[in-house]
């Protein structure tokens, strides 16, 4: 099992932008076949260090990983990503 996680600063973190942000993430659960788990959320803290908001998903494999990076629901999720982020920084491990 392999776990993928990304961090999301926006350009503009105000709420509406952040829960528009964490819906399109979220709209991709069932839509990817790899995709074993989906959890998104938005901080709550909200501190100088935090980031926005939290993307952590879970496939079987690194084919799958491989597999979910290239699936179209995932390319268009990452051209809206790219045009709100200010930075987004990921891991990725085995469990």
């Known amino acids: 099992m392999i776990k993928h996680i990304v961090f999301f600063k926006l350009k503009e973190p105000t709420t ?3 829960e528009r942000t964490v819906q399109v993430l979220r709209d ?3 839509k990817i076949p790899q995709l074993r788990s989906l959890e998104v959320g ?3 803290i909200r501190s100088e260090r935090s980031y926005d908001l939290a993307l952590i998903s ?5 084919e799958d990983l491989q597999a979910y ?3 179209p629901v995932h390319q268009e999720v ?4 790219n045009e709100v982020k200010e930075v987004s920084i990921s891991v990725d491990f085995e469990v």
């Open 16 to 18: 509406d932008n952040i």
């Open 28 to 30: 991709m659960q069932g």
């Open 42 to 44: 938005s901080d709550i």
């Open 58 to 62: 879970e496939v079987d494999s690194l």
């Open 69 to 71: 990076n290239v699936h």
């Open 78 to 81: 990452i051209r809206y990503i």
